[in-house]
């Protein structure tokens, strides 16, 4: 059975198939983030978008698709957070490190 769509079918599809898309992106953007522990930045650059476009996935429009998915990537985002000074100090003492030889 064919499914019907409203006025401009081929618009329609292309909105339908593009939201899928977004869902199944911050869906994939969570299991990664949960399963490695990496960093929003971390992820950006491993699936090739914007910062912003992960942050956006994982914490806002992941909370409307699968609540208790967003609460796990909160976790890891906040204790990444709470560790990144260390982070901060390690590649500077990393980036100055030859200086001492």
């Not at 990664?32 to 996935?57: E, L, M, N, P, Q």
């Amino acid at each position: 059975m064919k499914q019907k769509y409203s006025h401009n079918t081929s618009n329609t599809k292309i909105a339908l198939g593009s939201r899928n898309f977004i869902e199944n992106r911050a869906i994939t953007l969570a299991h990664y983030i949960i399963d490695s522990k990496d960093t929003v930045r971390g992820a950006a650059k491993k699936f090739g978008i914007s910062k912003s476009t992960v942050h956006k996935d994982v914490s806002e429009r992941l909370m409307k698709i699968n609540p208790s998915l967003a609460k796990e990537v909160r976790v890891v985002l906040e204790e990444n957070k709470a560790e990144r000074h260390i982070r901060g100090g390690m590649a500077t003492k990393l980036k100055y490190s030859h200086l001492k030889k």
